[in-house]
């Protein structure tokens, strides 16, 4: 049986979210939208998966829209923020680690008159307040820094930069992907923020995100009566009480789960071959997470050779993990494209044991000792 290292890239439906799923499909199946009972009885069970959402992750429930994943949540986010505030001004900052579907985003707002700023990084991936600061202009209205990097693993001092970003009223978004259910995300300076089931034990296909009461926006779509406008589409039941359900869940969980992500980080680290490199900022990091390299030995290979040994883990991000382009994340923090081209991530979840830790960096150990032997046969 395979031993799954890649939570980071998704996780297995909890239980009780496929118990929570299966019952609302089979019984709560009117549309919200509809005028009589089924379609009420539908409505009122949103009602209460966005109450659960919003009071265990401390938001409003009012503000809270549900997409079809964690990629279109940020795209429509950002582009109704930033036409909101088209009047104030077309300067938007973001950073060189971000999310694709960020920086695509951003490319697409360049492509409609405005202008972005790409922050550089420090060499463990964070963005810094100086920078920051440095990069605003009179016409700044919006920044988008994600809470935790998906590739390097580091945590960005968000609360730091919103508290900054707030005296000087600049809206302030960030994706929390891979932070929430995990960690306890500093809120009170975001404008909008948005978070994926599938990452905490919940369905695929249903994602949240959340602008702040009061925060203009305007539909990227017009013409839509679903969600105050903000998307179209009927609204999927089913999901959207099991990822209430999962987000629940997750919190509960959370003290007990980050204990421990952070022993069999530990246990990693303890086992690991001296020359695996770890990248990311080597404390403020993702708890369930390692992103690394192998000098000399591609990632895809390792991954591959991984997945012979019975391991699942990847090379990246699960959105640009087919494509062969170097990490951008890698590039930014100074790699090489070589060196990027090295880069795996092993990331951990409520099943993965010491045990599996300690066998999957003994294949580590072996993969580096049987390169080195070649390298050596191939240099007589």
């Keep these: 049986m395979m031993i799954y290292l890649d939570y980071c890239a998704t996780t297995p439906m909890s239980s009780s979210a496929q118990s929570i799923y299966t019952t609302i499909a089979s019984k709560y199946y009117g549309n919200a939208s509809s005028l009589h009972d089924l379609g009420y009885e539908a409505a009122e069970i949103i009602t209460v998966s966005k109450q659960t959402i919003a009071d265990r992750l401390g938001l409003d429930s009012t503000g809270l829209y549900f997409t079809g994943s964690a990629s279109e949540a940020n795209f429509l986010t950002l582009t109704s923020l930033a036409f909101a505030y088209l009047d104030k001004g077309n ?79 600049i809206l302030f978004h960030s994706d929390c992907v891979q932070t929430v259910g995990k960690l306890s995300v500093p809120t009170t300076h975001l404008a909008s923020l948005t978070f994926s089931a599938h990452k905490l034990y919940g369905p695929k296909g249903i994602a949240a995100a959340y602008i702040c009461p009061g925060v203009k926006w305007v539909p990227f ?82 991954l591959l050779e991984a997945n012979r040994a019975g391991f699942a883990i990847s090379t990246g991000t699960a959105c640009t993990s087919g494509h062969q382009e170097a990490p951008s994340s890698l590039l930014a923090i100074g790699r090489t494209v070589q060196e990027a081209h090295e880069f795996f991530r092993v990331s951990f979840g409520r099943d993965t044991t010491v045990k599996a830790v300690e066998q999957f960096t003994q294949f580590l150990h072996s993969l580096i000792e049987r390169h080195k032997s070649m390298r050596q046969k191939v240099g007589t």
């Design 91 to 169: 300067h938007l900052i973001t950073s060189k680690c971000e999310h694709p579907s960020v920086l695509s985003t951003f490319t697409y707002l360049e492509q409609h008159g405005f202008s972005v700023t790409y922050l550089p990084v420090n060499n463990f991936g964070q963005v810094t307040l100086p920078t920051l600061i440095d990069a605003i202009q009179p016409n700044t209205t919006l920044v988008s820094i994600s809470h935790g990097q998906s590739e390097l693993g580091t945590l960005q001092p968000i609360e730091e930069i919103g508290s900054f970003l707030s005296r000087y009223g």
């Design 221 to 302: 779509l017009p013409g839509s009566h679903h969600q105050n406008g903000f998307r179209h589409g009927t609204l999927d039941v089913p999901s959207i009480a099991s990822f209430a359900g999962a987000v629940d869940e997750a919190i509960a969980m959370k003290e007990k789960q980050l204990s421990l992500y952070r022993q069999l980080q530990q246990t990693f680290l303890n086992h690991l071959d001296t020359s695996v490199i770890v990248e990311g900022h080597p404390t403020e990091r993702l708890p369930n997470h390692l992103g690394l390299r192998i000098k000399g030995l591609e990632g895809q290979y390792v």
